[in-house]
């Protein structure tokens, strides 16, 4: 079967994964830092027992509980998708990702939906301390759910603690800790789950502008701001580290990825940052010199964000793509070519599972065998090459150059837009003139779509920028998919589109609703 | 049944819970309504289980293994 049969099923089903994890993920940050700024705020309240801060904590807990009914399970859809347009990957990555997800639904249902009851039906029935536990439990357990989520997606971006097994035909567990506690996979819960604590905080301090805008229940708007603002900056800075970190992990496990982030064509020592530039066309990008029309650059710091190091060398698109002997860097056509040899196995151990012949099977077995040293090397030297033996050109490795180097950019640039309005409000807030600066309040309110736009730009980052792999240099997408219909997964492209959009209309709908009608009034004595 | 009861306290907990809802009411019905459009079409029409056609772990295997090594690029 020719690979260009497969690609309009591909197509369909990147795009509708794409779109399914886009719209999932408009819920889920919000999720996750709003939890915690509730759970700062309930705090407060159990500590002081103003009853003005149980009811500042009951209004966001409403907003958090719109949220989380509207988002939950959206992200089943996901898993729907793996086991029908997705079933060969489903199958190759084996219980790497069955454990994580299976944690995952345990502990989600469990911990969530036990202490959300507790949260919500909670007040006046529980004791103050026991409904505080079990607030904190949720926020925690939203971000635990998060973990083995982004542990499976870490995993894919860069395969650690895992065996190929030729029997099987599917990747199996050989070290639990190594799948959890990979450098990928720390840096990316950190990451990922930091993003929804600044998108969090940006809500709250938005929603609370508003109220200040309208001279509204002033004084739950200013005191919601200071806690979100605190944490917004807190996790704002964080960001910065993570992605840094996050930075040095593509440098070594993704350089393609990297390299695309950064349109950067021709390696060198020393390689100069691009801070902003505007992209020639496709056709036109062959070097470093004429990749853009015009760019500002800064000399060395993307040597320094890659390795640490402000002479070490980047790798450039072409370095990977033609290789690069002097670096170590081999060629893609060399690693395409290594691949067949990988995959040419595989199929010498179907023939021969088809003949019954057991001698010839046990050859393939013992070479993917890491436990020999004829093993070590087929791995190291063809099976880690396994999924370019699926691509037709070297071309095919590039992701969308403009789509990443763009995505990277308005991420990066609004994190650093996010420090900045964060400690400009808790300057004005701490002088009390907060309410006088009409204009920041109305910036503050507009920047909460702008930490949506981040968020997704950044995971665009992370997914575009990976392409073709599903799975890093083992699965590209071409083989991954299931050999379905085209035609059916474009139906469910179009279902989805119209239940996620009317999700997200009712979503802002009923949140806009009870945002105007705010919080409880205080009782009267 | 008795209100010491713990299992007794836990329904009445999440029944009177349930019962006092206002705006809780509208969000389950969301949801309600969503998970039988997930369930009850989107996956029973529209998302069959590729793999769930094989009767064994082997069967499965030896599919796959047929997939990832009948691509020609």
């Known amino acids: 079967m020719e690979v260009n049969d497969f690609m309009s099923v591909v197509d369909w089903s990147r795009a509708q994964f794409a779109m399914t994890a886009i719209y999932h993920w408009l819920f889920v940050p919000l999720t996750l830092g709003l939890g915690f700024i509730i759970a700062f705020m309930e705090t407060i309240y159990y500590k002081t027992g103003d009853e003005f801060w149980k009811r500042t904590t009951k209004f966001w807990m409403r907003l958090f509980g719109i949220n989380f009914a509207i988002g939950v399970a959206t992200g089943i859809i996901l898993e729907f998708e793996f086991g029908t347009n997705w079933s060969n990957y489903s199958h190759f990555v084996g219980d790497i990702f069955g454990a994580p ?260 099977m046990q050859a393939v077995i013992g070479k993917f065998d890491a436990s020999t040293a004829e093993g070590r090397t087929f791995l190291d030297e063809y099976y880690r090459y396994f999924g370019y033996g699926y691509l037709s050109s070297p071309g095919q490795t590039v992701p969308d150059v403009p789509l990443v180097f763009y995505s990277f950019r308005v991420m990066v640039g609004a994190g650093i837009y996010f420090i900045a309005l964060f400690a400009v409000l808790l300057v004005l807030l701490y002088r009390r003139t907060i309410e006088h600066r009409r204009w920041l309040l109305w910036v503050t309110l507009w920047s909460i779509p702008l930490a949506y736009i981040a968020s997704q730009a950044g995971w665009i980052v992370a997914e575009v920028g990976r392409q073709p792999w599903v799975v890093q240099n083992l699965l590209p997408t071409v ?47 | 049944m008795s209100g010491h009861n713990p299992i007794y306290r836990v329904y009445r907990f999440y029944a009177d819970g349930f019962r006092s809802m206002t705006l809780g009411r509208t969000l389950w019905g969301l949801i309600l309504l969503k998970l039988f459009i997930m369930f009850a079409v989107l996956r029973l029409f529209f998302f069959p289980d590729i793999l769930g056609q094989f009767k064994t772990e082997e069967a499965k295997s030896d599919h796959v293994l047929e997939q990832l090594t009948d691509i020609q690029p």
């Open chain 1, 101 to 360: 997800l299976a944690i995952e639904g345990i502990m989600a249902f469990f911990m969530e939906s036990t202490f959300i009851a507790i949260m919500f039906f909670g007040w006046n029935k529980v004791s103050k301390g026991f409904h505080l536990a079990a607030t904190w439990l949720t926020a925690i357990g939203a971000n635990l759910s998060a973990l083995w989520i982004l542990v499976a997606n870490a995993w894919m971006q860069y395969p650690a603690g895992t065996a190929f097994s030729v029997e099987t035909a599917r990747n199996e567990m050989t070290s639990f800790w190594d799948v959890l506690l990979s450098p990928v996979a720390i840096d990316k819960f950190l990451h990922t789950t930091t993003s929804g604590y600044v998108l969090a905080s940006v809500f709250v301090v938005g929603v609370s502008a508003w109220f200040l805008l309208r001279r509204r229940d002033r004084r739950m708007a200013r005191c919601s701001m200071v806690i979100a603002s605190v944490f917004g900056l807190v996790s704002a800075v964080f960001l910065a580290f993570t992605g840094d970190s996050s930075g040095v992990d593509i440098a070594r496990t993704q350089p393609m990825k990297l390299a695309a982030m950064e349109a950067h064509y021709d390696g060198e020592h020393g390689a100069p940052l691009v801070a902003f530039g505007i992209l020639r066309p496709e056709a036109g990008r062959t070097n470093n010199d004429d990749a853009f029309y015009w760019k500002i650059q800064i000399p060395k710091l993307l040597s320094v964000m890659s390795f640490h190091d402000a002479d070490a060398f980047v790798p450039g698109i072409n370095d990977l793509l033609d290789g690069n002997p002097e670096q170590g860097i081999l060629s893609t056509r060399e690693k395409i070519d290594r691949g067949r040899v990988a995959i040419g196995e595989l199929a010498v151990y179907r023939d021969a599972k088809q003949r019954g012949d057991t001698a010839a």
């Open chain 1, 479 to 525: 083989a991954a998919v299931s050999r379905i219909d085209a035609g059916s997964v474009m139906v469910t492209f179009f279902i989805f589109v119209a239940l996620f959009t009317t999700l997200l209309i009712a979503e802002v709908m009923i949140m806009t609703r009870q945002i105007r009608i705010g919080p409880d009034k205080p009782e009267k004595k």
